[in-house]
């Protein structure tokens, strides 16, 4: 196995392993690419940097940036492309393209610039995983750079006007999303059977739409009438990320694995005190049959509990 | 300024519309949204490729009404890509690499205003740009990563692109198709209701790589990742002698 590969990225929620997009579509990527990923979830300790989320850890180095880390995947033979023609190629870079210039401007508004979803929904989540005083500044100071990308790539010179910009935005980001299901169609992913580098990008622009829950939804509304892109979302969810369905973060799966290790061992215990009382039981004189009781209770009573406390 | 001039008179020529082109100095002040070059039809003003696409469609001229909605989406997400990364990485070029903004970018972005607008203008539209690449993240980008980017994008478009003329080769002529049909005549020579015909997606493509193969910079290599595609090559001079009727190709050769 290569060297291990850490993922320093935000945690998840609303059933989603991240509700941050870069994050999910490296999360995605390595899914499909069998690339052993170990995931940090960033929380409100003062561990790992926020600078420029989602970072990949190696041995030798570190890299920022989607597009890098998937192209140093790709380097490491964990292709998730490799099945895909030319021209499928040229088209994945072309769609990724379509993405970044027609829905990210209306998702970074929806997230981070409308005041009743920032103040109630974004603002509030990112805030409880950074610790103070960070909690105070980073939040503001990701707002502000999500409007100055509005603004600077979509605004017009020399009055960088909000409203003039909103409208435009959130038509282009329908029409994008319209695009998107008419190429969809009825497959399973964009590229026949197989789930490709176009296929996490789009993954992880859409599910955090999909999925957060909003004050103002408009965007949401429209992609929820889109029931491909939705059963494309759901699928990915249901087929990669089945254990972190329950709102269960990476981190948190440590303690499944640590409770799933416990359950084991009390498994193995018990079938161990089952065995012994059978030989007991058949070496015994003939009696008639009574009730294998109290000597179970305990184990069954632990056993009980820990099933209680896994489920969610 | 000359790139988006050149899409647009191609994009016009193609659609078989005469075009007559002036030269003023408050071009981007006249122009609604700011930027040039834009089209002045009888008494409306519209600017920049997209809405004046639309506007030529409303006026009944269309490149693309013989795709379907899946061609259609590509030809979009082609387009954005060129955007994307062919005209970012054009400005990079020319206002955050020192040595082409030393020498020509400056010299040339002032040269209708008097000193010192020039230089003061010019340092605006400079400090502008890098807010903006600064904002979409090629601000740490060095030129080498930069010219990386234009190859990938370049190759993206000599995969699509192939051995076909056109990026979209076939679209079915409505006009033709429908006179056939009610003339009840069977459907042999389907190929017939086929027409080659360049798209919005060509004359965008077009504009930019005529740009960069004929702009003069301080190093050729932008240029030299183009002409690395010959198909690329030979699509530019077949735009170039239809659409714009120059007997010998301005495009070098390396």
């Given at each position: 196995m290569a060297a291990p590969l850490e993922l320093s990225c935000w945690g998840g929620g609303w059933g989603l392993p991240s509700v941050h997009s870069d994050s999910l579509v490296v999360m995605a990527y390595a899914k499909f690419s069998g690339a052993p990923l170990k995931v940090n979830v960033i929380d409100n300790?003062?561990?790992?940097?926020?600078?420029?989320?989602?970072v990949l850890t190696t041995e030798d180095n570190t890299i920022s940036q989607p597009a890098k880390i998937l192209n140093f995947l790709r380097k490491q033979?964990?292709?998730?492309?490799?099945?895909?023609s030319a021209k499928q190629g040229a088209d994945t870079l072309a769609y990724i393209a379509l993405l970044e210039e027609k829905l990210l401007p209306a998702v970074l508004h929806t997230f981070w610039v409308e005041s009743d979803n920032y103040f109630t929904v974004t603002k509030p989540w990112f805030a409880s995983r950074m610790p103070f005083p960070l909690s105070l500044i980073l939040p503001g100071r990701m707002s502000k750079g999500a409007l100055n990308r509005i603004l600077l790539t979509r605004g017009e010179p020399p009055l960088y006007h909000l409203r003039e910009v909103e409208a435009r935005i959130y038509r282009d980001a329908k029409e994008c999303l319209n695009l998107l299901s008419n190429r969809l169609?009825?497959?399973?992913f964009f590229f026949g059977d197989m789930p490709s580098t176009l296929d996490a990008y789009v993954f992880g622009f859409l599910a955090p739409l999909y999925k957060v829950r909003f004050p103002k939804v408009q965007l949401q509304e429209h992609l929820k009438q889109l029931s491909n892109l939705c059963r494309f979302c759901d699928d990915i969810l249901n087929s990669y990320f089945r254990l972190s369905l329950?709102?269960?973060s990476p981190a948190g799966q440590e303690t499944v694995d640590a409770n799933l290790q416990k359950l084991t061992q009390l498994v193995n215990k018990e079938s161990n005190l089952i065995e012994k009382m059978d030989d007991n039981l058949r070496q015994s004189p003939q009696l008639p049959p009574r009730k294998l009781p109290t000597l179970k209770l305990t184990p069954a009573e632990e056993e009980s509990n820990s099933l209680q406390r896994l489920s969610p | 300024m000359c790139l988006n001039n050149i899409c647009m008179s191609a994009f016009l020529q193609m659609c078989n519309l005469p075009i007559k082109v002036v030269c003023r100095a408050n071009a981007e002040y006249m122009s609604p949204s700011g930027k040039v070059p834009f089209i002045h039809v009888g008494n409306q003003v519209v600017s920049e490729l997209g809405p004046i696409v639309q506007f030529v469609k409303a006026k009944g001229?269309?490149?693309?009404?013989?795709?379907?909605e899946v061609q259609k989406a590509e030809m979009k997400a082609y387009m954005e890509l060129v955007n994307n990364m062919l005209l970012t990485a054009e400005l990079y070029l020319q206002w955050c690499d020192d040595a082409t903004v030393g020498e020509i970018t400056l010299a040339r972005y002032g040269s209708p205003y008097p000193w010192p607008l020039n230089h003061i203008l010019a340092y605006q539209k400079q400090w502008e740009v890098k807010r903006k690449m600064k904002a979409i993240g090629?601000?740490?980008?060095t030129l080498d990563q930069v010219l990386e980017d234009v190859d990938q994008c370049c190759q993206a478009l000599s995969q699509r692109l192939g051995?076909?003329?056109?990026?979209?080769?076939k679209h079915l002529n409505i006009w033709k198709f429908t006179v056939h049909v009610l003339s009840k005549s069977?459907?042999?020579?389907?190929?017939?209701?086929f027409t080659i015909m360049p798209t919005e997606l060509d004359a965008l493509v077009f504009g930019h790589l005529y740009t960069i193969l004929t702009t003069q910079m301080t190093n050729d290599e932008l240029s030299e990742k183009v002409k690395n595609y010959s198909n690329l090559l030979a699509f530019c001079r077949r735009i170039e002698q239809h659409y714009f009727g120059k007997g010998s190709s301005s495009i070098r050769l390396s």
């Open positions: 300790t003062w561990r790992g940097s926020r600078g420029d989320v989602p033979k964990y292709n998730a492309d490799y099945e895909l169609g009825t497959s399973q329950g709102g269960i | 001229h269309s490149l693309s009404d013989g795709l379907d090629w601000g740490n980008k051995t076909q003329p056109y990026f979209f080769n069977g459907l042999e020579n389907f190929e017939h209701y």
